[in-house]
């Protein structure tokens, strides 16, 4: 079975609707992704960091309950595990305040074994910054010496605007790196102040990575490659929560590039009805995490998609 590995933060969200807290789910934007995919019964590996604390003992514990590997996550004895405060605004839209407390020493794990068409999942600002960024190089090379699927969302938010200019670099690296990068149109405004999807991709993506699949909350969902330009349409939904629908998306295209058995040389030359049932696996995922306060598939869906 192929495996699927992510690197990432792992966080416990608290969220808030009208000044209250309604839940606390683990997540981080790799990590919901990966919960999904565990629940859909695939090889999941996390690579990450967790205190040693209560938070830590309840975000490992629901890696275990949610069939992800814990092997590679690494405990720090002093410092204390993520937590964030997510406010929902009256259309379900997240408003977020982080309180991180990490050591000096960080990510001192061993990389699990990737093997031939695996899919490496990375990104956010986990993957800029300069704390880090030596590890999850050498991470990204091995899994490129591999011949990994490498799968980046930049989720760039509005926090790092004004560390754009000194992360250009390291995104830029991502980008050659990544064998498909799915981004929002906001993570696009905030990196580069472009709002046009043929000019982000002809600008700032194809060059390093000609597989490029851009969001834009409900709005179309746009698909550029080589040879494909197309748009896909989103029905219309209740939402709940809006928390985790992006990487959801990423779980869902990622299962579907599983399903319909996508190697890492085959992309380059996918035609549109096999990239039109991966968009959709990705439609589908997203739309089951916005029906609740989860950031992750719901265990029913998993068992009937």
Same mark, same amino acid.
């Given at each position: 079975?192929?495996?699927?590995?992510?690197?990432? +933060?792992?966080?416990?969200?608290?969220?808030?609707?009208?000044?209250?807290?309604?839940?606390?789910?683990?997540?981080?934007?790799?990590?919901?992704?990966?919960?999904?995919?565990?629940?859909?019964?695939?090889?999941?590996?996390?690579?990450?960091?967790?205190?040693?604390?209560?938070?830590? +003992?309840?975000?490992?514990?629901?890696? =275990?309950?949610?069939?992800?590997?814990?092997?590679? %996550?690494?405990?720090?004895? *002093?410092?204390?595990?993520?937590?964030?405060?997510?406010? /929902?605004?009256?259309?379900?839209?997240?408003?977020?305040?982080? !309180?991180?407390?990490?050591?000096?020493? $960080?990510?001192? %794990?061993?990389?699990?074994?990737?093997?031939?068409?695996?899919?490496? =999942?990375?990104?956010?600002?986990?993957?800029?910054?300069?704390?880090?960024?030596?590890? %999850?190089?050498?991470?990204?090379?091995?899994?490129?010496?591999?011949?990994?699927?490498? &799968? &980046?969302?930049?989720?760039?938010?509005?926090?790092?605007?004004?560390?754009? =200019?000194?992360?250009?670099?390291?995104?830029?690296?991502?980008?050659?790196?990544?064998?498909?990068? $799915?981004?929002?149109?906001? *993570?696009?405004?905030?990196?580069?102040?472009?709002?046009? =999807?043929?000019?982000? !991709?002809?600008?700032?993506?194809?060059?390093?990575?000609?597989?490029?699949?851009?969001?834009?909350?409900? $709005?179309?969902?746009? /698909?550029?490659?080589?040879?494909?330009?197309?748009?896909?349409?989103?029905?219309?939904?209740?939402?709940?929560?809006?928390?985790?629908?992006?990487?959801?998306?990423?779980?869902?295209?990622?299962?579907?590039?599983?399903?319909?058995? %996508?190697?890492?040389?085959?992309?380059?030359?996918?035609?549109?009805?096999?990239?039109?049932?991966?968009?959709?696996?990705?439609?589908?995922?997203?739309?089951?995490?916005?029906?609740?306060?989860?950031?992750?598939?719901?265990?029913?869906?998993?068992?009937?998609?």
């Amino acid at each position: 079975m192929r495996k699927i590995i992510g690197i990432g +933060e792992t966080i416990l969200d608290i969220v808030f609707k009208d000044g209250q807290p309604t839940a606390a789910v683990p997540g981080g934007s790799v990590f919901n992704g990966l919960v999904s995919l565990g629940r859909m019964g695939l090889d999941v590996s996390f690579i990450g960091e967790i205190g040693n604390d209560k938070v830590g +003992e309840i975000i490992q514990q629901f890696m =275990v309950e949610n069939n992800i590997s814990t092997q590679y %996550v690494d405990t720090f004895p *002093d410092g204390k595990s993520p937590i964030s405060l997510a406010f /929902l605004d009256n259309n379900n839209d997240a408003d977020y305040s982080f !309180y991180k407390d990490y050591p000096k020493q $960080r990510l001192e %794990v061993t990389f699990p074994t990737i093997e031939e068409n695996d899919i490496v =999942v990375f990104g956010s600002y986990y993957a800029l910054n300069p704390a880090l960024r030596e590890r %999850v190089k050498d991470f990204l090379d091995y899994a490129t010496t591999q011949k990994a699927i490498l &799968y &980046y969302d930049p989720n760039f938010r509005k926090s790092h605007i004004p560390e754009s =200019v000194k992360l250009a670099p390291a995104i830029s690296e991502n980008l050659e790196y990544a064998t498909i990068v $799915r981004g929002s149109d906001e *993570d696009f405004k905030n990196m580069y102040n472009l709002e046009e =999807v043929d000019k982000i !991709y002809l600008q700032q993506i194809k060059y390093n990575c000609p597989n490029f699949i851009c969001t834009s909350a409900a $709005r179309n969902i746009e /698909l550029r490659t080589n040879s494909i330009t197309k748009s896909y349409s989103i029905p219309p939904i209740h939402t709940v929560s809006t928390i985790g629908a992006g990487d959801n998306f990423n779980a869902g295209i990622i299962y579907g590039l599983l399903k319909y058995e %996508v190697t890492r040389s085959a992309i380059a030359h996918l035609d549109d009805p096999t990239w039109d049932k991966i968009i959709q696996c990705g439609i589908d995922f997203s739309a089951n995490v916005c029906s609740s306060y989860n950031n992750s598939v719901s265990k029913e869906f998993a068992a009937t998609y």
